[in-house]
């Protein structure tokens, strides 16, 4: 080989060589200097764990800053899929009392999210249980456990319809909102847990942890420097009054039904219970088969909320919106007569509780006068009637800060000319004028018709938070928007006398009085095609100052005065009592009002 080939090979093979250790060196420097940052931060993410701690929940406090709803300690149980051995789930399914293949399902429907996210599998899990797996840590790869908290309800109330719960996110769920939860996040199912969810949930934190190559943990990330740490969610400020939220309740033990009571001149609502009700513990974590089979096979459904679902005609409480109406419309006055000889014939003949005679609207409303109210809607008109009738929030929704409501009926001519034509039967119009046939209003829309009247037409949408606590204990109040019909005070004077005069006159709740307090009320028995009447009352009290307005509604049982207007009563005086008003509960009812002549 000559000289030249061997001294040409050499040059090609020295230039391969300082070709390649340029390659490599700039491929160093791309690594090391260029991408130092992002490969930095790849190899962080294989050394480093970021546990997620989730920030406690916001609690409850009543109008009197009572605790109503708190937080608990509770063990909660996790799997990390990277790191668990499926061949343990049937072990720790038995111990945890987990039905069989309920771990492998749960990985299964998680398996689209990363695999180095725990799982909690099962929550408020037995100490017993926690024992177990702290023992045999070594032979549980990927199992952990953390401590949670579960609500608790410390002050005897159980306001399930109002609070509602939290329960674990669905799928469906967590596709929408990915931003914030993690798979076996918690969130407000329904109740003020849903309609404050966002305040009441929190910010979550994060605990940083070095792992070696196999994820086990060998210590914390800079010593938990860079550590971030949860805020709690707000406490909200309630406008409850746990007494007599506790009365309501009680009262409604073994009814269908539901009470409602708001303070008229703020909207702001005391009490709400609907009955049958159900136990919040059982949904402070997962409820059992047992008892969510128990619920939903009961006919009388616990679940529902009567007080803002369940829509009923008013019965005669309609009569108080439909003199005011009149009166509003100057279509009849303080001294209009209208003569009551026992009933009115419209097409055929409709009755009156008995023969009144000559009648002003005060008699009409004391007495409960059918005929009266029979002829005045015809002066006032079907649509006359529907406008007033949602200025007080009858027919409409109220608004509240809970979420689920009905809107009940207040039916328009239109609504008749779709059902009936465009000859529909004008005799409808009889019934209606007082509170029945096919209007229907729920027990929250009376109590706030009826803290509307008290206030002489002025007062807030109703609502059930006044604000939320920051971390300083300081009250942030959330605005609610106020609300004024523009009803003159004469027309509700008008009114009110009348409502004063069922109770301490010589009306249809004379059982309602009270000592040292006038209660002004009315009472109401709606129709029910399908078995017992229902029984409604709605009052106020005190008449010269209103501080509460009280609606009732005892499904199936009859008379309003029987069976409502008692549990208004009670509810009242409760309240009068907290505020000073009554200090003597033995003393006799203050005197009566006379009866306003009637004038010829």
């Not at 060196?25 to 991408?35: A, D, N």
């Not at 002004?520 to 009052?539: E, R, V, W, Y």
């Not at 106020?540 to 501080?547: G, K, L, R, S």
Request: hydrophobic share 35%.
């Amino acid at each position: 080989m000559s000289k030249e080939i061997l001294n040409e090979r050499k040059t090609i093979l020295f230039s391969v060589l300082v070709g390649v250790f340029f390659l490599f060196s700039f491929r160093l420097f791309q690594l090391q200097i260029v991408q130092q940052k992002q490969f930095d931060e790849k190899s962080s993410g294989n050394s480093i764990k970021a546990i997620e701690q989730t920030p406690l929940r916001g609690v409850f406090y009543d109008r009197d800053t009572v605790l109503i709803v708190e937080n608990i300690p509770a063990y909660t149980v996790r799997v990390t899929p990277s790191e668990y051995d499926k061949k343990n789930s049937k072990f720790l399914e038995s111990i945890l009392e987990l039905e069989e293949g309920y771990i492998d399902d749960i990985l299964f429907r998680n398996k689209h999210y990363s695999k180095f996210i725990p799982i909690k599998v099962k929550r408020g899990a037995s100490f017993e249980a926690i024992g177990w797996i702290e023992e045999n840590q070594e032979y549980l790869p990927g199992v952990d456990y953390i401590i949670e908290m579960q609500r608790n309800y410390p002050a005897g109330i159980i306001a399930s319809h109002a609070f509602g719960y939290s329960k674990e996110i669905s799928p469906q769920q967590l596709k929408k909102e990915k931003d914030y939860y993690a798979p076996g996040d918690v969130m407000g199912s329904n109740g003020l847990e849903k309609f404050y969810e966002k305040i009441l949930r929190g910010t979550k934190g994060y605990n940083f942890i070095l792992v070696d190559s196999r994820r086990r943990e060998v210590g914390k990330f800079k010593d938990g420097s860079q550590d971030i740490p949860s805020i709690k969610g707000k406490d909200l400020a309630l406008t409850f009054d746990v007494d007599v939220q506790k009365i309501a309740e009680q009262e409604l033990k073994g009814k269908s039904g539901a009470a409602v009571a708001i303070e008229p001149a703020t909207g702001e609502i005391i009490a709400m219970a609907s009955g049958p009700d159900y136990d919040l513990n059982q949904f402070s974590y997962v409820t059992s088969r047992e008892y969510l089979r128990e619920l939903t096979s009961n006919p009388l459904k616990p679940q529902f909320n009567r007080a803002t679902m369940g829509a009923h005609p008013p019965g005669s409480t309609f009569k108080v919106l439909s003199a005011l109406i009149g009166l509003e419309l100057g279509v009849i006055t303080e001294n209009s007569i209208i003569n009551c000889s026992g009933g009115f014939t419209f097409g055929r003949f409709f009755k009156c509780h008995g023969a009144h005679g000559a009648t002003n609207v005060y008699r009409a409303i004391e007495k409960s006068c059918n005929v009266f109210f029979y002829q005045l809607i015809f002066k006032i008109g079907l649509n006359r009637l529907a406008d007033y009738a949602n200025k007080f929030g009858l027919g409409v929704k109220t608004e509240v800060d809970l979420g689920e409501e009905s809107k009940g009926l207040i039916p328009r001519t239109n609504y008749y000319e779709k059902v009936y034509g465009k000859n529909w039967p004008q005799g409808i119009l009889v019934s209606l004028g007082i509170g029945q046939g096919e209007v229907n209003v729920t027990p929250l829309q009376l109590a706030y018709y009826t803290a509307l009247v008290a206030n002489n037409g002025i007062s807030y949408k109703p609502h059930f938070v006044r604000g939320y606590f920051d971390e300083h204990k300081k009250l942030h109040r959330i605005e609610h928007e106020k609300v004024d019909t523009k009803v003159s005070q004469k027309s509700f004077d008008i009114v009110k006398k009348g409502m004063f005069l069922v109770v301490n006159g010589a009306g249809t709740a004379t059982n309602v009085r009270l000592p040292e307090v006038h209660v002004a009320g009315k009472t109401g028995t709606s129709q029910n095609p399908h078995g017992k009447d229902h029984a409604l009352f709605i009052g106020f009290a005190p008449y010269e100052n209103p501080q509460i307005a009280v609606a009732v509604l005892v499904e199936n049982v009859g008379f309003g005065s029987t069976h409502a207007a008692p549990i208004a009563k009670k509810m009242i005086e409760v309240y009068m009592k907290k505020k000073g008003f009554i200090t003597n509960s033995s003393a006799t009812p203050i005197a009566v009002m006379e009866v306003p002549e009637i004038e010829d």
